[in-house]
Nanobody
Framework: QVQLVESGGGSVQAGGSLTLSCVAS????????MGWFRQVPGKEREGVAT???????RYAESVKGRFTISQDNTKNTLYLRMNSLQPEDTAMYYC??????????????????WGQGTQVTVSS
């Protein structure tokens, strides 16, 4: 059973930065997709960024140039570095994973495992 534990959320002023971390365990496949999604109350969960085992990345248009997804496979840890944060980035951020595959879309139904979420709040 894959387990994901996020950390690093918090409150920051507009223009600030945060780094989210997600420690993963329980993978049984050599290839996987991992990603970050976010959700605000009353809206659908939105794909923010994904990364494959082979370090292929995808980003939502709204975060390109500001956010960077990365992974340290020696530590089984996924990161999301968020710069130039804006109030519209305020959301609950979730780490997600899928075993197998090399094409990692930004669509949440393609991911099987989810963390508990970490809140990011950006004030103006």
């Amino acid at each position: 059973q894959v387990q994901l534990v996020e950390s690093g959320g918090g409150s920051v002023q507009a223009g600030g930065s945060l780094t989210l971390s997600c420690v993963a365990s329980g993978f049984t496949y050599s290839s996987r997709c991992m990603g970050w999604f976010r959700q605000v109350p009353g809206k659908e969960r939105e794909g923010v960024a994904t990364i494959s085992t082979y370090f292929s990345t995808r980003y939502a248009e709204s975060v390109k140039g500001r956010f960077t997804i990365s992974q340290d496979n020696t530590k089984n840890t996924l990161y999301l570095r968020m710069n130039s944060l804006q109030p519209e980035d305020t959301a609950m951020y979730y780490c997600a994973a899928r075993q197998g595959g090399t094409y990692c879309s930004l669509q949440s139904p393609s991911f099987s495992y989810w963390g508990q979420g970490t809140q990011v709040t950006v004030s103006s």
